[in-house]
């Protein structure tokens, strides 16, 4: 696995660390001396793991503002103790300060917390068997094992997330935007538009007589009419707008920054563009048509965009009801 660890810390407190323990030539390996120097490698390449210099007091901050980013919390943080005397402990040798820092530490979204100083803290501790070098480095290693497994497993469900969220929004035949894709999108094109002041339009594109295609030729030829009008379609628009399978051999395309006038003339270019180059399906050289319904987004409109689909699917059914091969769109659309 091709990780990346940060360490923020001053002095020695990098060089320690990677001499310290093993494995970590393995991984590429960073080191800041200050907050803000992390903070600013983290927003553009965060690294896998965080190992923090506890003594810093900034660096408490950087961990709990780390994990309130949703999109930041998966990377593993590590507070690292490497003072000498940074508790006040009891002459008995009590140990709940440690307690107490771990808890803080914990609360401060650090993944773990670390006691790694050269010597105990200057107390009665004589009762105590104080861990060597190789013990604390052991101790070390194992944290970053864990951060490293963690975050194996974190990249691994996000890629299995994509691979499902992909699916679930994309039509099976066309390979292109699904109706669901469509019902997500259109909200945020709208809430787009409006807070930047742009014109959107929608336009409904249905293949005339698609039915007879289906009881003539066969399903299988059906199909693949769909498939390739799919893809002349995308061909021909623009890289800003959006292609929709609705459902059956009806198709959806979001405009963005166009206004309905501009769409409607886009929507006879394609019209234009379906119905002078037949389909060449098997043996088969298709002839296809198609209606368009034209509408554009109005001040009025509903935020999910239930008003401005429907405008475009009456203009679709005046497109029908006027002879097909024709775009519609309704003045007041």
Request: with cysteine; charged share 25%; net charge negative.
């Amino acid at each position: 696995m091709n990780a990346s660890v940060l360490l923020v810390g001053d002095g020695n407190f990098p060089s320690s660390l990677v001499g310290s323990v093993r494995g970590f030539s393995a991984l590429t390996i960073d080191s800041v001396p200050s907050t803000e120097e992390a903070e600013a490698i983290i927003q553009t390449r965060p690294p896998d793991l965080l190992l923090l210099q506890s003594s810093l007091p900034d660096n408490w901050k950087l961990c709990r503002t780390l994990k309130k980013q949703r999109q930041l919390a998966w990377v593993y943080c590590i507070l690292l103790e490497d003072r000498v005397n940074f508790l006040s402990v009891p002459a008995n040798g009590s140990l709940v300060d440690l307690v107490n820092l771990t808890t803080k530490a914990l609360e401060a979204g650090a993944d773990a917390y670390l006691w790694l100083p050269q010597k105990w803290p200057d107390a009665d501790f004589s009762h105590q068997e104080f861990p060597t070098q190789a013990a604390q480095s052991r101790l070390l290693e194992a944290q970053v094992r864990t951060g490293l497994h963690r975050v194996r497993s974190y990249r691994e469900l996000t890629r299995a997330n994509d691979l499902l969220s992909a699916i679930a929004l994309a039509d099976p035949l066309t390979q292109i935007n699904n109706r669901r894709a469509f019902d997500w999108e259109l909200p945020r094109q709208i809430k787009n538009a409006r807070s930047k002041e742009l014109d959107l339009s929608l336009m409904i594109v249905d293949i005339d007589y698609f039915k007879t295609v289906n009881d003539t030729y066969g399903h299988l030829v059906g199909d693949q009419a769909l498939k390739m009008l799919a893809e002349r379609l995308q061909y021909n628009m623009r890289f800003y707008d959006t292609l929709f399978r609705y459902g059956g051999e009806e198709f959806v395309i979001l405009l963005s920054n166009t206004t309905s006038e501009e769409a409607f003339i886009i929507g006879r270019r394609f019209c234009q563009l379906i119905s002078e180059k037949p389909f060449p399906i098997e043996s088969v050289d298709l002839n296809l048509t198609v209606s368009i319904g034209v509408s554009g987004l109005l001040p009025t409109d509903d935020n999910q965009g239930t008003n401005l689909l429907h405008r475009a699917d009456q203009n679709l059914l005046k497109a029908k009801a006027e002879g097909r091969n024709r775009v519609v769109l309704n003045p007041a659309s």
